[in-house]
């Protein structure tokens, strides 16, 4: 359970300080954002503000509390999956996730082989 938890950490220190801050998109199309008058013209980059949708209140209650419970079963179906950005999403988001959360894996064991524990 320690591993999962540490896990869990690994997810909420992401979404505070995600290493990429931005990404961005270039639109292959006309699109108009649904709900607005307001298109977006085929050829116009966009910028996603994956720092700010991670501390915006909307996706994340009290989105300045440091708590990696978010990200545990019974709550991270509460996360919308577009507003956890820190690897990016759809066919171009990092290729390096997986091997992300490997390392983090093996570290975690590595780090948990190391703790030394005290029964009182
Ligand atoms: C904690 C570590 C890492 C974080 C937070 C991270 C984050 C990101 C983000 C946010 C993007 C943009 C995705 C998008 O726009 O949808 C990206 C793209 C990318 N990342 Fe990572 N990355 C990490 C590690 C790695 C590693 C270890 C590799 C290589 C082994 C890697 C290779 C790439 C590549 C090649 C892209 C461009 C993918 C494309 O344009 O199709 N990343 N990464």
Redesign the pocket.
Known sequence: MLIKKIFFVFLET?RFY???V????ICHIDYKIPGTDFVLKKGEGVL?P?LGLHHDPEFYPQPEKFNPERFSPKNKNKINPYAF?????????????L??FF??HSYGHDQFLKLEFLFI
Do not use: K, S, V, W
Request: net charge neutral; proline share 11%.
């Open positions: 992401l995600p290493p990429a931005a990404t961005d998109r996603i994956i950005l820190a690897f990016g999403q759809g066919p171009r988001n990092c290729i390096g996730e091997y992300q390392a983090m």
